[in-house]
């Protein structure tokens, strides 16, 4: 039987990640996954193939478009299995690259369902049958799967999550997204680009919930010149397909008819079989793992990180939480700052978020001065001709502490980054507009932003 310091169940960006940090610190590790391909949901059916679909769609449409700017493309074609063959192809070589990163760093692959058998054992379930190991800990990185609601009736790609809406094998004349999040609003994106009529079902009375309120209408408003139709307060009760068509029903309004709907209502813990009772393994009524600060759950030597505790469930937290959780088990020093995690909606434009939104702000009845600048008035987002969107710094009202950063914009997710870092090193609004920025850049939105919290911005 093998002995490991560490073996990781789950070989998502979370696990394969907190593994390699773990053997880079010398540690003998083993990663349980149960398909062939590590990279998890997020590389598999997740960030990756949606970014591949998103950037190939938006070439598309550009191409369809860009006869104003000079450039006369014509019989501009959708070649769909190409589109598809391309986002396999990113997703294979990326996989073939964590491969490399497992051989590299001597991470024992164990291919199968890994489940706790009792303390520092895990079972894996292999095709030709289980093996158990031991270890001296067990991290559980099993990550999310899609939540369904009650009356929907999944059928193949016809009423599907995510998942299915990755490869659908035609264009959708009409696609009904139930949800208005990340999920719903990039995939939606994508088919609109490529000919779809997209409607957008929507529970609360607005779209991406937990963003910026301001913000998150800009990008409703956004979305809806570019023809998605949103339907918000509306409860969708159930789906199905009766091998014609798809009717979803809706609490108090007409059943919405259409040949295909994407299931995009959040996600759930993943810790189905994984064993949790037999080491005494406590979840929260949700069924999320409960951890403390330092990734401890219930059980000694046992921990548990990314999306299957709860929180973000970002690709990019999962990350975080496990290299802080291996580090501070081995070096008694691991973190993570919850409040500099960014959030980005690779729509068109995209939307991207750090730090307090104004209406948590309000809410916690804290003083901020707030600055906005809006793309239109920036020269590069204009020669780019992507001037939709604005950026908005909140600020502390005494101390200019930047508290929050929110942008809709091109290439928002990008611009990003300098706000995460600045939130990280406690900077002010200030601290960043006195930092130059290149120009011609869309990183002097952020610049302006900044300066407009004091009434300074430039341009605007
Ligand atoms: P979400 O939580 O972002 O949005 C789900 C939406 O469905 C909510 O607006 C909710 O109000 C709505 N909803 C719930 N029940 C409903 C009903 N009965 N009728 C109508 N609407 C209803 O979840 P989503 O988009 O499925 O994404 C799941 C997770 O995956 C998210 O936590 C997200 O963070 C992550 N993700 C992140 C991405 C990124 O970082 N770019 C991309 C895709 C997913």
């Given at each position: 039987m093998s002995h490991f310091d560490l073996v990781v169940i789950g070989g998502g960006p979370g696990g394969y990640v907190a593994a390699i940090r773990a053997a880079q610190l010398g540690k003998t590790?083993?990663?349980?996954?149960?398909?062939?391909?590590?990279?998890?949901?997020c590389l598999r059916v997740g960030c990756i193939p949606s970014k591949a679909l998103l950037e190939s769609s938006h070439l598309f449409e550009q191409a369809s478009h860009i006869s104003q700017r000079g450039v006369v493309v014509e019989n501009v074609k959708l070649d769909l299995p190409a589109m598809l063959k391309h986002k396999e192809g990113v997703v294979r070589q990326l996989a073939t690259g964590i491969d490399g990163l497992m051989k590299k760093n001597k991470i024992t692959r164990l291919l199968g369902h890994g489940r706790l058998n009792g303390v520092g054992k895990v079972v894996v379930d292999g095709k030709d049958g289980s093996q158990e190991v031991t270890c001296e800990t067990v991290l559980i990185a099993t990550g999310s799967v899609p939540a369904i609601l009650p009356g929907i009736e999944l059928s193949g790609d016809r009423i599907g999550t995510s998942t299915e809406a990755l490869a659908f094998p035609e264009v959708p004349k009409h696609l009904v997204v139930i949800g208005a999040g990340y999920i719903g609003l990039e995939l939606g994106t994508v088919w609109r680009r490529l000919g779809s009529k997209v409607t957008v079902l929507e529970y609360l009375d607005r779209i991406l919930p937990g963003m910026d309120s301001e913000i998150a209408n800009e990008a409703k408003k956004i979305f809806e010149k570019q023809g998605i139709e949103f339907r918000l307060g509306c409860k969708v009760t159930?789906?199905?397909?009766?091998?014609?068509?798809?009717?979803?029903?809706i609490d108090g309004s007409d059943p919405v008819v259409c040949d295909r709907v994407l299931v995009a209502v959040g996600r759930k813990p993943n810790t189905q079989n994984l064993g949790l009772d037999t080491a005494g393994v406590q979840v929260d009524k949700r069924g999320f793992i409960t951890v403390d600060p330092h990734y401890q759950t219930s059980v000694a030597k046992v921990l548990a990180i990314g999306d299957v505790i709860g929180g973000a469930?970002?690709?990019?937290?999962?990350?975080?939480?496990?290299i802080a959780a291996v580090e501070h088990l081995y070096t008694g020093y691991g973190h993570v700052n919850y409040n500099a995690i960014p959030g980005v909606v690779y729509t068109d434009p995209e939307v991207a978020t750090v730090g307090k939104s104004e209406d948590v702000l309000k809410d916690e009845g804290v003083a901020y001065k707030k600055g906005t600048f809006p793309f239109m008035a920036n020269g590069r987002a204009k020669a780019m001709g992507s001037v939709d969107g604005k950026v908005k710094v909140l600020?502390?009202?005494?101390?200019?502490?930047?508290?929050?950063?929110?942008?809709?914009?091109?290439?928002?997710g990008d611009l990003i980054a300098e706000c995460v870092a600045?939130?990280?090193?406690?900077?002010?609004?200030?601290?960043?507009?006195?930092?130059?920025?290149?120009?011609p850049t869309l990183s002097e939105t952020v610049k302006e932003a900044a300066m407009a919290v004091s009434g300074r911005a430039i341009h605007f």
């Open positions: 590790v083993a990663i349980v996954e149960s398909e062939s391909a590590l990279g998890g949901t159930g789906a199905k397909f009766d091998g014609q068509q798809c009717q979803v029903t469930m970002l690709a990019h937290k999962a990350e975080e939480e496990g600020a502390h009202a005494t101390t200019d502490r930047v508290l929050g950063v929110h942008i809709i914009g091109p290439h928002a600045a939130i990280s090193f406690g900077a002010s609004s200030e601290d960043i507009y006195r930092t130059c920025h290149a120009h």
